[in-house]
């Protein structure tokens, strides 16, 4: 019976441990994206009035998101002069209330100093994206030009905000002096103590040596100098496999009068160093000089090195297949061609009851290709993304959408297999601004956690959007294809040593 009251009391304090640490855990995640969400958004805020937006009057976040939601009118965007013309934030941000009492962290909006902030303990908002405002119309404001603008009324290339040049100051200048000037050279130092006389009596003062003055400790002789630091040949690190054992040596090993190299490998043995040390794949090699006089030397302090494997070169093929779409209620969608293209949108509208096809709607395709020779660290081509731009009625279209990748190695006997998460983003037609009318497509998860594991080693892979043809243009991790075209857009990989 005390060994089972043992264990549960042991139990329950283990479960009271892990509740605390979940719950910081929990903390400082929401701390965190509060503190990106409102850097990003004050950040808007400071391009918005930067080039002529106006928050006079807003008082609350609603309002400000409004505003940085807002594009510049035609007659605007004519003599601005630079890039932010156009929304300064994705027009799905919007707020949702969080209450005094809640576990999440929050914002507010400070209407004297325009910044979003920390709400701390009082009731505010967090940030989200709401998909059903992907397609909102997006309101056009006149701005100010912020501070330079094409020209309007002189024959310059721009008209500065501030045109006239500000007054000069009549008079001349005039400021107060010090006359009283206090002596500033430094006196002359006290002559030094002449090393033959008598030291200072630090006892009872009266240096008569009568036994009430403690003696006078010599000082303390420095340590001794560490032998140097080890150096080895090659370093640790990634090696290529084929290069294992690595025979490595020492280069700078002490005279043996001073001292000698050891070295160890892993939790072995110390040993004294003579030749080459052979070390193995996923090995640590520990390296220490050791003094031979200690009064002249100390042991210098140890070097560890680890040697891990990379493959010379990887080969596989690439397949794609994609699942588990997400849109609106009126979401239309066809997954075909061993589900590796995915068709989205009804592209008919209904005119004067009559049902009318304006053409093709929403076309995603991948196509993967096969890969040879690369080794990790070196990008590569997964395969290329088909867009087409098409037609979408009636919240018809996806917002979303899950891709399969299924990478096989035959030569290294594994099979790689992970999802990419893909939005999918309808912009508004613009007629005077093609790129911002350009729909696309963008990866969520840019790095992933792949069940790869050649010669001990794990790894990871990278993502990011590579080369597109001249029907779209590309970031890192959107792809975006202009209203009405198809483009290609390319799906680059790298794999890299956890």
Do not use: C
């Not at 013309?85 to 507010?108: E, L, Q």
């Not at 690190?237 to 490595?248: K, Q, R, Y």
């Amino acid at each position: 019976m005390v060994e089972m009251l043992i264990t549960v009391s042991v139990i329950s304090l283990l479960a009271a441990v892990s509740a605390v640490a979940v719950s910081k855990v929990r903390e400082n995640s929401q701390s965190q994206k509060l503190n990106a969400d409102v850097t990003a958004m004050n950040s808007a805020i400071r391009i918005y009035l930067a080039n002529g937006g106006n928050l006079s009057g807003v008082t609350d976040a609603s309002g400000v998101i409004a505003k940085l939601k807002t594009s510049r009118s035609k007659a605007d965007k004519e003599t601005h002069v630079g890039a932010p013309s156009g929304r300064m934030i994705d027009n799905r941000v919007t707020t949702v209330p969080v209450p005094a009492d809640s576990w999440k962290a929050r914002a507010k909006y400070n209407s004297s100093t325009q910044r979003f902030e920390d709400a701390g303990a009082q009731a505010g908002f967090e940030f989200v994206l709401d998909n059903n405002l992907a397609e909102v119309q997006t309101i056009t404001e006149n701005r100010d030009g912020g501070v330079v603008s094409y020209a309007e009324n002189s024959t310059w290339v721009w008209d500065h905000a501030s045109t006239n040049n500000p007054n000069a100051p009549s008079g001349p200048s005039s400021f107060n002096t010090n006359p009283n000037v206090t002596d500033t050279t430094p006196t002359e130092p006290a002559e030094p103590t002449d090393p033959a006389d008598p030291p200072v009596d630090p006892g009872d003062g009266d240096g008569n040596g009568d036994g009430g003055d403690p003696p006078v400790d010599p000082p303390e002789e420095p340590d001794p100098p560490r032998l140097s630091y080890p150096k080895v040949t090659p370093s640790g690190g990634a090696h290529p496999e084929n290069d294992f054992p690595l025979a490595v040596t020492i280069t700078n090993a002490p005279p043996a009068t001073d001292g000698r190299a050891f070295y160890q490998l892993d939790s072995g043995a110390w040993t004294a160093y003579s030749s080459a040390i052979d070390v193995a794949m996923n090995q640590t090699l520990r390296v220490q000089f050791r003094t031979e006089d200690s009064t002249r030397f100390r042991d210098s302090w140890t070097r560890s090195e680890y040697y891990y494997p990379v493959p010379d070169s990887l080969s596989g093929t690439v397949d794609g297949n994609f699942h588990s779409p997400s849109g609106g209620p009126n979401l239309d969608y066809e997954i075909t061609n061993g589900s590796d293209k995915f068709t989205h949108g009804d592209s008919v509208f209904i005119l004067d009851d009559e049902p009318i096809n304006s053409g093709d709607p929403n076309v995603l395709e991948f196509t993967g290709k096969s890969f040879s020779d690369v080794a990790p660290g070196e990008k590569f081509s997964l395969g290329d993304f088909f867009y087409h731009n098409g037609n979408s009625y009636y919240d018809s279209h996806a917002t979303g959408v899950s891709l399969q990748i299924t990478i096989e190695m035959p030569e290294r006997s594994e099979t790689v297999v992970f999802d990419l998460n893909l939005d999918l983003v309808n912009t508004e037609n613009d007629p005077d601004d093609a790129n911002a009318s350009a729909d696309y497509v963008r990866i969520t998860n840019l790095q992933q956690n792949i069940n790869l594991e050649i010669n001990g080693v794990g790894y990871r892979m990278n993502l990011e959007f590579g080369a597109t043809d001249s029907f779209g243009f590309s970031s890192d991790s959107q792809f975006h294809v202009y209203e009405g075209a198809t483009g290609r857009g390319e799906l680059l990989g790298t794999f890299l040593a956890n």
